[in-house]
């Protein structure tokens, strides 16, 4: 149970275009999301939490009007990169809280790379 | 604020060898453990949390995990490595809330490399 899955896998780009990353709660419905930026060899970064039916609460540094996500459903959160450039280059994770039981622990996706030309 | 320190950025073991890597972390406030495991170019998989009770937590893969409060400590150990455990692993703690999703603080990652 708890499994999460992400599409693309994989995904190339040119600069100035937008990607769509889908984060899906396949067996449990998640009320909030969260969405990670990981560089090599590197820890996770917190990008923004989303909850279900509410605007997105992004940490401090990201912008908001670059990475725009939507938590429109209790098994479905999506996150645009918006104009992507280079340095928009990475690997994106995200995670998944549910109900009850499944509040205190966070299931993650397998992530996106995301590579811009 | 919480903080998570994972002193060794790496640990080589042999196959077969026991080994445990370190997890300290600091908070003000009651706090739930957590270790992930990460493959290369996967997301994390969970491999064990401490939540309440028995301070000893049996995780997947025969890992465990000891929660030693007056040490800030939670620290993973594995009493025979395989090569398939070659991985990357994050030490993380969240605030012990109850009724909501709280965020998830990380360790930089220890890397664990076995071989034979």
């Known amino acids: 149970g708890a499994v999460v899955s992400q599409h693309p896998s994989r995904v190339i780009c040119k600069s100035g275009t937008s990607v769509k990353i889908e984060c899906r709660s396949l067996?449990?419905?998640?009320?909030?999301m969260f969405w990670y930026r990981q560089f090599p060899k590197q820890s996770l970064m917190l990008m923004a939490t989303?909850?279900?039916?509410?605007?997105?609460?992004?940490e401090q540094g990201v912008e908001k009007d670059k990475f725009l996500i939507n938590h429109a459903s209790l098994t479905l959160s999506t996150l645009t990169v918006t104009s992507a450039h280079p340095e928009d280059s990475s690997f994106y994770i995200c995670?998944?809280?549910?109900?009850?039981?499944?509040?205190?622990?966070?299931?993650f996706g397998p992530g996106t790379r995301l590579l811009v030309l | 604020a919480q903080s998570v320190t994972q002193l060794d950025s790496q640990v080589p073991v042999f196959e077969e060898a026991p080994v445990e890597l370190r997890c300290n972390y600091s908070s003000s406030v009651s706090v739930y453990l957590f270790w992930y495991v990460q493959y290369p170019n996967q997301g994390l998989q969970l491999l064990l949390k401490y939540l309440s009770g028995s301070t000893l937590v049996k995780g997947i893969n025969g890992f465990e995990a000891e929660f030693n409060k007056s040490q800030t400590s939670f620290h993973l150990r594995k009493p025979s490595v395989h090569i398939s455990d070659t991985a990357e692993y994050f030490c993380a703690v969240s605030r012990r809330v109850t009724g909501t999703a709280s965020k998830l603080t990380f360790g930089t990652g220890t890397r664990l490399q076995v071989t034979l």
């Open positions: 067996d449990f419905q998640a009320t909030t």
């Open positions: 989303s909850n279900e039916g509410s605007k997105a609460t992004y």
């Open positions: 995670s998944a809280v549910g109900t009850g039981g499944l509040q205190e622990t966070q299931y």
